[in-house]
């Protein structure tokens, strides 16, 4: 038979193999998800569809809180966060794995040029063709060609696997850039909220500076006992006290911006600027669309799914392995003749490997690529459960600091009168002061915790996002 009619029969049979293992079915989570997530009063559930951008997590769900800043540090963290970039690594080295599992399934040329000169024994038995005690030279220039026929899939399912791992790199680096992305934004709120508190605890030390200068003067003409002076005193240097304790925290998140941004944290500032906004409401996915928008979720599903393909890659071991191996050069032993046309040399032939003993090696890699594959699929189950774990805590957390802020706020204002009111009471001397310093105490205490509130909601509005994916 002809060389190429060897070959054309080769491709045939390639082309007519089968592939060993079972093909990949996503486990059905129905059991972890649930019917409905339960909303807060006013929320809704996203659009069936929504999510088709978000899950590739490109919504930009932080342009809800309408902050021109925001927006510009995450365009930071995008750009220069190490961390991501250290993803972006994982990424392509996944890639690169992919193409090298692709480029198995092609045939391997090789050009094995060689030069030689040998002096064989002379006092031997055995003499290869009159060549004993005599130096020879041999000069070679083949190519060699190998070609593993894939009869049972097994590089396919190892190509299937790597490609598999690529998107689960993908994956992760869209949850890592879904971490930094939500840590920024909740860095960045915690600030602004101390802004605030900085502010009101600025404002109440310039209140209590001048109710410190009023006792005095009014010790001084005899209006009042020293005691109202020591009280007006102390309450100033606790508010200074706690504003060093303010500006310290902000400080630290200011240095935890610095890092996630990529800036060395010395000489990075952000402007103060108090938080006093809303935060947005996110429509809630749908547990189904919740499956494609988590990262984390679609990282473990796409592991688990390259963790099946490598069954078959396990199961195909117990073939026999079949390749094509062929050469053709030219071979001479002098320079003159190696180009001439009677120097060719042709080769074709068959490789064949059965395993007939392996002690049991074959069975144990395909029960680890089993138990491997049944590790994986707890995880996905796990990822799916904890998913929606964190949308409910999340949602909880919305519903309840709203409930709190609206008490927050009936509780300021019944702060404020009454520092109205022992204000006045004092002036005519109904009451001494200690009753003021008392009610502007409760005030500030009041004025902080609203605040906290604040700075709470909108760190809840992006937990919330960060678990529903990131998006919509």
């Not at 003499?127 to 020879?136: D, I, L, P």
Request: net charge negative; proline share 4%; hydrophobic share 45%.
């Amino acid at each position: 038979m002809k060389p190429s009619s060897i070959l054309m029969a080769t491709f045939g049979s390639a082309l007519a193999s089968c592939t060993v293992g079972r093909d990949y079915a996503r486990p059905d989570v129905s059991a972890q998800l649930p019917a409905k997530f339960d909303l807060p009063a006013g929320w809704k559930v996203a659009e069936p569809g929504g999510g088709a951008k978000g899950a590739k997590g490109d919504a930009a769900w932080w342009a809800r809180f309408r902050d021109p800043q925001l927006n510009t540090l995450i365009a930071r963290v995008e750009a220069e966060n190490q961390g991501l970039k250290a993803a972006i690594a994982r990424v392509d080295q996944a890639r690169a794995i992919a193409g090298a599992a692709r480029a198995e399934r092609g045939p391997q040329l090789d050009f094995e040029p060689a030069a030689g000169r040998e002096r064989r024994s002379g006092t031997t038995s055995n003499n290869f063709g009159g060549t004993a005690g005599r130096a020879t030279t041999l000069l070679s220039l083949p190519f060699q060609m190998q070609y593993e026929l894939d009869l049972w899939g097994k590089l396919r399912r190892g190509v299937e696997a790597a490609d598999l791992d690529a998107e689960a790199a993908e994956a992760a680096r869209r949850g890592v850039l879904l971490t930094l992305r939500a840590e920024l934004a909740s860095h960045y709120f915690e600030m602004r909220a101390l802004d605030a508190e900085i502010a009101i605890f600025q404002n109440a030390i310039a209140l209590r500076r001048k109710s410190l200068e009023l006792n005095q003067l009014r010790f001084l003409a005899g209006d009042t006992d020293e005691v109202d002076v020591s009280r007006a005193a102390t309450e100033l240097a606790a508010t200074e006290a706690e504003l060093a304790a303010l500006k310290r925290g902000r400080s630290d998140l200011e240095d935890a911006i610095a890092v996630l941004v990529g800036q060395p944290s010395s000489g990075f500032r952000l402007a103060a600027d108090p938080l006093d906004s809303e935060p947005p409401r996110l429509p809630v996915s749908v547990p189904s669309e919740l499956l494609e928008r988590r990262p984390d979720v679609a990282a473990a599903e796409r592991t688990m799914a390259a963790e099946n393909a490598r069954i078959g890659v396990a199961q195909a071991a117990f073939y026999p392995s079949v390749g094509i191996t062929a050469s053709a050069g030219l071979e001479s032993a002098g320079a003159s003749e190696l180009f001439d046309i009677a120097s060719r040399t042709w080769g074709l032939g068959p490789q064949i490997s059965f395993p007939v003993l392996d002690a049991g090696r074959n069975r144990a890699e395909l029960a680890r690529a089993r138990a491997r594959y049944d590790e994986t699929a707890a995880d996905y189950r796990g990822a799916v459960l904890g998913a929606v774990s964190e949308v409910d805590r999340a949602l909880t957390g919305v519903a309840l600091l709203g409930e709190q802020a609206a008490a927050q706020a009936r509780t300021l204002e019944a702060a404020r009168r009454t520092v109205e009111l022992s204000e006045e009471r004092h002036a005519a001397g109904v009451v001494d002061y200690f009753e003021v310093v008392d009610a502007q105490r409760t005030l500030l205490d009041a004025e902080q915790q609203a605040a906290r509130v604040t700075g709470a909601r909108h760190v809840a509005a992006v937990t919330l996002a960060r678990a529903l994916g990131g998006a919509w």
